[in-house]
Every structure is written in C-alpha cells, then in structure tokens.
C-alpha cells in the first residue's frame, strides 16, 4: 500500500509544480483562488494517468513512472523550449523523441524500478517544497486590505442624501484602456480623432482637452477614480517598496463609489472585457479568455502552445477567446439599460492596448512584433492606431444602445485609465513619462445647464463632479497630482504636467 502511494504521490507533484511555482512568481499580483481550480486539474489529470495505467500494465511503479513522463511531458515542454532557446519547430520532435524513447523503455523494463520511484518521490518532493512555502510566507505577510479601512483615505465622504422621490439616473463608467489624449494622438501619431470626437459631440458629450491621470498604472488609475481619491496612503501601509498590487484590485472590485450609491439604492454592475479590474478572475468571461490570465499563462507553457482550435494555446487560439469575450462583455453591456432599478456600472475594456488583434473593420489581424518593446514602438503604434479605431466604432454602438434603452436619460462617463504605454526608446524617457498620463475623457451629462468638465480635470475627480451634480453631495474636488512609474508600485513621487 505505502509503495503503492509513492507511485501516484510523485506524478502529483509533477504535475501541480509548474503551475504553483507560476503562481509563486506572480502572487504580488493575483489572488490565491486563481489557482484551486487549475490545480485541481492538474491533480485530477495526474492521478486519471495513473489510474490508467494501473489498469494497463498492473504495475504499481511503472504506472507511476509512465504518469509522471507524460505529465512532465506536457506541463515542461514551454520551460525546457525556452531554456535551449529552439524553436518549437526544431524542439518539438527532439521533444517528442525523447518522451517516445521514454516511454518504450519504462513499457519493457522487468525492473520493479523501486529505485526509480525513490528517485522521483525525492525530486518531486524537493521541487515542490519551494513554492509551497513561499506562498505560505507571503500569504501570512502580506494580509488582505479593504476599501473601508479607515487607513485608507484622508477623508471620509459623507453618504448622498436625496429624497426618495428625487431622480437617480444610471451612471455609466466606461474604460477604453490607454486611450491618448486627443493631442497626444495629433502629435506623436499624425492621427486625427476629430470624426469620434465629433460623433460624441454630436451625442451630446463634452470633452476635456487638458485631461489627465494620477498615475501611470491601469489598475491604480481606475482604482483612484472609482474610490474618488489618491492612492496615498497605500505606501505607508502597505510599504513603499512593496510589490504587492493585489490590493489596488482589491479597491476597484470593492470601492467607495460603489458603496456610497449602494445607500441610494443603486445596483453595482461591472463588467470587463479582460482581468485587469477583477482580483480574483473575471466571472462573465472564460478563464482563458484573457490574454495574461493564470490559467492562460499555465497553460501557454504546456504542449497545449502547439496548437490552435478551442483547446490550443497558440496565438491565434488565445486572440479568438480573447475576441469571442470582447464581443460577449459589450453585448453584455448593451443589455445592462434593461435591467430594472437605478445602475452604477463600471466597464473596462482593454482595447486599444495590446494585444492588437482587430483592424478598423473589425478584421481578425496578426501584431508582427515579438518583444514588449515593439508594442511600444512606432510598429505598435501603427497597429494600436487600428485597433483606436475598431474600438470607436464599439464605444459609439454601446453609448447608442444605452441611450436608446434607457428609460431615463443617464450619465455617461468615457474615462482612460491612462494615455499610450510608450516605449522610453520610442519616445524619450520625458515624453513617455507625459503620454502617460494624458488620456481621453467625455462625459454625458442629461440636462445639466452648462456644459462643463471637472476643473481641475484630472480622472480622479469625475465621480466626485457626477456625484455633486447628480445626487446632491458637496465633494471638494481635489487638486491635480501626476505620479510616473518608477522603480515600485508605492513610489509615489510627483510629476510636472506639461
């Protein structure tokens, strides 16, 4: 019986190692619950091989040995390709010839492989002690922080108070993530957006023109929007050289904007096309739908990277899951003003930044560049220029769909999260640190008197402005603050806005 369990223990292990030691890698930045149901599989699979080949061969050691090649088969085949620097298709039958010739010899062995067993049970045991233990420790600490920690912000804004009968429109707060500045886009790009903007005019949106960001950070920029204040106190609680990013996931899915209308009766609703504003997985789209999901990332290193179709991992499989859940959260999206009652809906949308797989006509396209650099480049601009244009196209159809479904006529807000994510050597290490932080706003606002944008009109300060012209509160709008990336997350250090 024990010998009988160290045959299946090892091939377990085997298999649960990559994705563990993935997640130990980036735990800075994802939630541990991402990881209990890939490991489940991983388990599950291990543990079926084993079972099988039991069956087969009647061997207790050989069957273990047999699970344990083919799982390191197919979960190390990404780590090893990367180390020998190969090309799949040089490394793959080399690959493929080794597992073969594997494989033949543990089938014809009459050794009762004992020692083998041994060998493995150790080597396993050995591989996975590391990230089991660096997860524990990280996990105790580094602790979970709320958005109602009291720590958390310099001032605590007093709840709306309107009443029962006073109109509560929906407020809807869209995302494009790293949509440039109008001027951004004239002067580094040579691009017009004069006919989007012009189509939003006509809808009835204004547009600020001197519109920019807190930080140079997704997650942080829409976190400082939706909790309607700065990120500043994050360094003091959390560390200022902490990599721990978790939390600013944390405040979007559960933030102050959110909490603050919950007392009028509004309905919370968010909605993003990727992970970038969801902690813990993105619950309206597949797993592996998002580019740079855990489970995408796992599964890319695995033989699975060979192959395309709805159970590959090649590039054109990851764009088309990627496509299929842009197109099912805008749907989504465009059904939300059918719902009963008043709405605060946040969507995130990662188009136009990478990965640029749409052209203006919403054709299927394939990014050239290899390397994190050419995105960045002017190769990449030319292709998120594509992909700025499919998504004006999505932005004009949602905004049309919402105001036409609307019962009452509702607040609009199309926010960037933050300008064009640069490449220093594109740009120069100034420019890109400007581009940054310059990105699109334009708002909707039914029946307000007089045309007007936040001043001073930075993106942490336009829930504050909807919320006092909307629903009666008296937020001081706060002064306009820009913090470039530096060297960690926490580094806060002011920036000069030109």
Do not use: C
């Amino acid at each position: 019986m024990l010998r009988r369990f160290a045959s299946v223990f090892h091939p377990i292990l085997f298999a649960a190692f990559p994705l563990l030691s993935l997640f130990e890698h980036n735990q800075s930045e994802v939630e541990l619950s991402v990881v209990w149901v890939p490991l489940a599989l991983s388990v599950a699979g291990a543990a079926a091989l084993y079972a099988i080949f039991l069956l087969v061969f009647r061997h207790a050691a050989k069957a273990g040995a047999l699970a344990a090649l083919v799982a390191f088969a197919f979960f190390y085949y990404g780590t090893f390709a990367a180390t020998i620097g190969l090309a799949d298709r040089w490394f793959f039958p080399l690959w493929a010839a080794l597992f073969v010739l594997g494989a033949v010899t543990l089938v014809r062995t009459r050794s009762d492989l004992a020692n083998l067993t041994l060998v493995l049970g150790v080597s396993a045991l050995v591989l996975i002690v590391r990230p089991v233990a660096g997860i524990a420790i990280y996990h105790a600490n580094h602790p979970v922080i709320s958005a109602s920690d009291a720590r958390l912000w310099p001032t605590r804004l007093p709840r709306p108070r309107l009443p029962s009968a006073a109109r509560r429109p929906d407020i809807y707060f869209l995302i494009p993530d790293d949509y440039a500045r109008p001027d951004v886009l004239r002067h580094h790009f040579r691009y017009d957006d004069s006919v989007f903007l012009g189509q939003l005019r006509k809808r009835g949106f204004v547009l600020s023109d001197q519109a920019r960001s807190p930080y140079s950070d997704s997650e942080m920029n829409i976190a400082a929007a939706v909790n309607m204040d700065y990120l500043s106190r994050l360094p003091s609680i959390l560390g200022r050289k902490s990599q721990d990013v978790r939390p600013v996931s944390k405040l979007i899915e559960d933030n102050s904007a959110a909490r603050l209308l919950r007392s009028l009766g509004y309905r919370y609703v968010h909605l993003d096309t990727d992970e970038v504003t969801f902690s813990g997985g993105n619950p309206h789209i597949s797993r592996l739908a998002a580019p740079d999901s855990f489970a995408n990332l796992w599964l890319r290193n695995s033989v699975l990277r060979l192959i395309g179709g709805k159970l590959g991992f090649d590039d054109a499989a990851r764009n088309a899951r990627f496509r299929d859940s842009i197109r099912s959260v805008f749907s989504e999206l465009e059904a939300v003003p059918q719902n009963p009652g008043p709405k605060f809906v946040l969507f995130h949308t990662l188009l136009p930044h990478d990965p640029y797989i749409y052209g203006p006509r919403a054709q299927a396209v394939t990014f050239p560049g290899h390397s994190d650099a050419d995105l960045g480049s002017r190769l990449g601009m030319t292709y998120y220029l594509k992909q700025l244009r499919y998504l004006n196209r999505k932005l004009l159809e949602a905004v049309d769909a919402i105001l036409t479904r609307s019962k009452t006529p509702p607040v609009i807000v199309i926010q960037a999260d933050e300008g064009f994510q640069a490449d220093s050597e594109t740009f120069g290490e100034a420019a890109m640190q400007q581009v940054r932080v310059k990105g699109l706003i334009a708002l909707y606002l039914p029946g307000a008197g007089r045309t007007a944008v936040p001043e001073p009109p930075n993106t942490v300060n336009t829930l504050r402005f909807v919320l006092n012209r909307y629903l009666g509160t008296h937020y001081p709008l706060l002064r306009s603050a820009s913090y470039p990336e530096l060297d960690y997350p926490y580094q806060f250090e002011e920036m000069r806005v030109r």
